[in-house]
């Protein structure tokens, strides 16, 4: 089993749409915390999470949110989904 961990960011494009930024993968929580929330003060929204799985066998186990702030498409949607 490995775990990824990863940081996305959010903009708004000159037309006012979100937009994901480039997603990075980091080497832990820890940093995954400092990024994200650094990125908190630039960006329209953030997010980081973990993922646990399999790369062999392609089987991975639901994110695991760790971070999020501002406008974070996907788990608006998720939120919308759940109410």
């Known amino acids: 089993m490995l775990t990824y961990f990863v940081v996305q960011s959010f903009n708004f494009t000159p037309k006012g749409a979100i937009t994901a930024g480039e997603a990075v993968e980091v080497q832990?929580?820890?940093?995954?915390?400092?990024?994200a929330e650094k990125l908190a003060g630039c960006s329209a929204g953030v997010v980081a999470?973990?993922?646990t799985g399999d790369p062999a066998s392609g089987e991975f186990e639901d994110a695991v949110i760790l971070y999020a702030?501002?406008?974070?498409?996907?788990l608006e949607m998720e939120?919308?989904?759940a109410s």
Do not use: K, Q, T, Y
């Open 28 to 35: 832990d929580v820890e940093h995954a915390l400092r990024l």
């Open 49 to 51: 999470f973990s993922r």
């Open 69 to 74: 702030n501002g406008i974070v498409p996907a």
């Open 79 to 81: 939120m919308a989904i």
